[in-house]
């Protein structure tokens, strides 16, 4: 009738993330405690006191068990610590798959957790789904994405001002310009957007017009600021670091003020009937409205 549960040993959280094996031994699980005794075996006093010995014994293990548990349970967090993973990107538009059956599209991101060669490079997924080979008939399919972080003087840059059609922000790293051009819409970059550059991506992919040769990629993460006055914070995305052309996407910019201290701001006068303010410094931006000689514009 005194008998009472423990509660629940609490499991630690690995390193990486995975629930690891608690190594406590069985007898750490019970209660310890003098008032938690057993019924009699045999009905007998002697044989009850004999089994609440045995189970005390149980319950506190020794010195050196202790000892072994714990030296046990570290060299695990160690090895698991140390453990290495990649992230891999499918650059096939005709897609990978692995020996298990999975498939992975065009552009997927897959989490490699071991690499053997044996003939060819091959990679193990870290979801299960099995092994998937970097190239097939001397052609790449899976690509390592390399991040890096960007030097303090590019985290803001200003879009090119002659671009003519927005790009939209791509959800992964890896995608063609065609595919990014957007015509509409707040997740897309326009001529003279300034945004914040987060980390670069590189990764090698076949050439456009010979799938045999390859040549390195870069795309960007970038943050664009909403405009003043939303609740929403920032929009997030993948773009190209080049355009077709081979001009960059984003470019670095000085933003100067002619005012002067203390004053910041300041009034302009508008000399032409033609002149009109557009929604960016670019040259291919929007006109939100036609400015008459004569009008006064705050700067």
């Known amino acids: 009738a005194n008998w009472k549960p423990c509660p629940?040993?609490?499991?630690?959280?690995?390193?990486a993330g995975r629930l690891a094996e608690s190594s406590l031994g069985q007898g750490e699980h019970q209660c310890s405690s003098p008032e938690v005794q057993l019924p009699p075996a045999g009905g007998g006093v002697g044989q009850g006191q004999a089994q609440t010995e045995l189970q005390h014994s149980l319950a506190t293990p020794s010195p050196s068990a202790k000892g072994a548990d714990h030296s046990q349970s570290q060299e695990e967090e160690e090895k698991a610590a140390d453990k290495i993973e990649w992230d891999y990107i499918c650059v096939d538009p005709g897609g990978a798959r692995t020996d298990g059956g999975t498939c992975y599209k065009y552009g997927d991101i897959v989490r490699i957790c071991e690499r053997k060669v044996q003939g060819a490079l091959q990679l193990r997924a870290?979801?299960?789904?099995?092994?998937?080979?970097?190239?097939?008939?001397?052609?790449?399919?899976?690509?390592e994405v390399t991040y890096e972080l960007v030097p303090p003087h590019q985290e803001w840059l200003c879009t090119c001002p002659r671009l003519k059609s927005p790009v939209a922000l791509q959800e992964k790293p890896y995608c063609s310009l065609a595919a990014a051009v957007a015509s509409t819409g707040s997740s897309?970059?326009?001529a003279g957007d300034i945004v914040r550059v987060l980390h670069r991506a590189r990764m090698l992919v076949p050439m456009p017009k010979n799938k045999a040769k390859e040549q390195w990629a870069n795309f960007l993460r970038i943050a664009k600021p909403l405009a003043s006055g939303t609740s929403s914070g920032d929009v997030e995305g993948w773009v190209p670091e080049l355009l077709p052309n081979g001009d960059r996407l984003l470019l670095e910019y000085?933003?100067?003020n002619e005012f002067g201290y203390p004053q910041p701001w300041?009034?302009?006068?508008?000399?032409?009937s033609s002149a009109t303010s557009q929604?960016?410094?670019?040259?291919h931006c929007s006109v939100e409205r036609k400015l008459e000689a004569g009008d006064f514009i705050e700067a």
């Not at 629940?8 to 390193?15: F, V």
């Not at 870290?126 to 690509?143: I, P």
């Not at 300041?266 to 032409?272: K, Q």
């Not at 929604?279 to 040259?283: A, R």
């Open 8 to 15: 629940p040993a609490e499991s630690s959280l690995h390193a």
């Open 126 to 143: 870290a979801d299960g789904s099995g092994w998937l080979l970097e190239k097939q008939h001397g052609r790449r399919v899976m690509s």
């Open 188 to 190: 897309s970059l326009r």
């Open 254 to 256: 000085a933003c100067e």
């Open 266 to 272: 300041g009034w302009l006068s508008v000399l032409s």
């Open 279 to 283: 929604s960016g410094p670019g040259l």
